[in-house]
Nanobody
Framework: VQLQASGGGLVQAGGSLRLSCAAS????????VGWFRQAPGKEREFVAA????????NYADSVKGRFTISRDSAKNTVSLQMNSLKPEDTAVYYC???????????????????WGQGTQVTVSS
């Protein structure tokens, strides 16, 4: 499966962005999809994930209540709605997919075999 992340950009603190992860090659329906981010000089960290069958979700504590991960079955995409953005949310955001549905529960990036190219999110103060 090939993944394409989009939707990043520059936004002021308190603003919103919506990231999208589009899949090609096969449908997402039985996968887990996650979003990770990496800021300069920092390790890649888990942001959110969804188990596409059943639509169960998991979030990092730092984004709970501000970010929402969701699936659009018709478009074969997974979105990350990001509200109340903070400067510390600035990073390159990556979407990833795993054939193992329960990967959504874990925060380790090694659980995910398929990765998109990343999209830059910059939040100014």
């Amino acid at each position: 499966v090939q993944l394409q992340a989009s939707g990043g950009g520059l936004v002021q603190a308190g603003g919103s962005l919506r990231l999208s992860c589009a899949a090609s090659g096969r449908t997402f329906s039985s996968y887990a999809v996650g979003w990770f981010r990496q800021a300069p000089g920092k390790e890649r960290e888990f942001v959110a994930a969804i188990r596409l069958s059943g639509r169960v979700t998991n979030y990092a504590d730092s984004v709970k209540g501000r970010f929402t991960i969701s699936r659009d079955s018709a478009k074969n995409t997974v979105s990350l709605q990001m509200n109340s953005l903070k400067p510390e949310d600035t990073a390159v955001y990556y979407c990833a997919a795993s054939r193992y549905q329960d990967s959504y529960f874990y925060t380790q990036s090694t659980r995910y075999a398929y990765w998109g190219q990343g999209t830059q999110v910059t939040v100014s103060s």
